[in-house]
């Protein structure tokens, strides 16, 4: 009709609840929860907890509840799309190698072991340092040749 000015209720905040959004019509207006709420809009909208569903993050992710959301992320150690595809171990051996000078990598499953190897001593996610390498292969060396002085002796 003309000359009808509609008020915009939104313009008062308190029109509506808690965390609900308020839309303004011609002659009237509504309240409405925002996606990731629930309850009367009148009232006041309550965050869901959206980590009470079990498939609320993708598999092996961990979830937390947010106002409005929820957040996936991965363990320690796993990796992938938490949201989606799900978290996987990660192969850190794989990659930058997380141990030590001459130490051997051993991807575990949401983890990773760092040994030095046979002959080698020291701390394996540092420096494993070879003072008993050369004493172990000229052991070895020795065994070899007195076996092949034997088998040409024969
Ligand atoms: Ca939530
Ligand atoms: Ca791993």
């Given at each position: 009709?003309?000359?009808?000015?509609?008020?915009?209720?939104?313009?008062?905040?308190?029109?509506?609840?808690?965390?609900?959004?308020?839309?303004?019509?011609?002659?009237?207006y509504t309240c409405v929860c925002p996606e990731g709420f629930f309850g009367n809009p009148f009232d006041g909208?309550?965050?869901?907890?959206?980590?009470?569903h079990p498939n609320a993050c993708g598999p092996g992710a961990t979830c937390r509840n947010?106002?409005?959301?929820?957040?996936c992320y991965?363990?320690?150690?796993y990796e992938g799309d938490a949201y989606t595809?799900?978290?996987?171990?990660?192969d850190e051996c794989s990659r930058t190698n997380p141990c030590g000078r001459n130490a051997h990598c051993t991807n575990l499953e949401g983890s990773f072991k760092c040994a030095c190897p046979p002959g080698f001593i020291g701390d394996p996610?540092?420096?494993?340092?070879?003072?008993?390498?050369?004493?172990t292969t000229k052991n070895v060396y020795i065994l070899v040749n007195k076996s092949l002085f034997a088998e040409t002796n024969t």
């Open positions: 009709m003309k000359g009808t000015t509609d008020i915009d209720e939104c313009s008062n905040p308190n029109v509506c609840g808690q965390n609900a959004l308020c839309q303004n019509t011609p002659g009237n909208c309550v965050d869901i907890d959206e980590c009470e947010v106002v409005g959301g929820r957040e991965c363990p320690p150690g595809t799900g978290c996987g171990d990660m996610m540092t420096d494993c340092t070879g003072s008993c390498f050369n004493h």
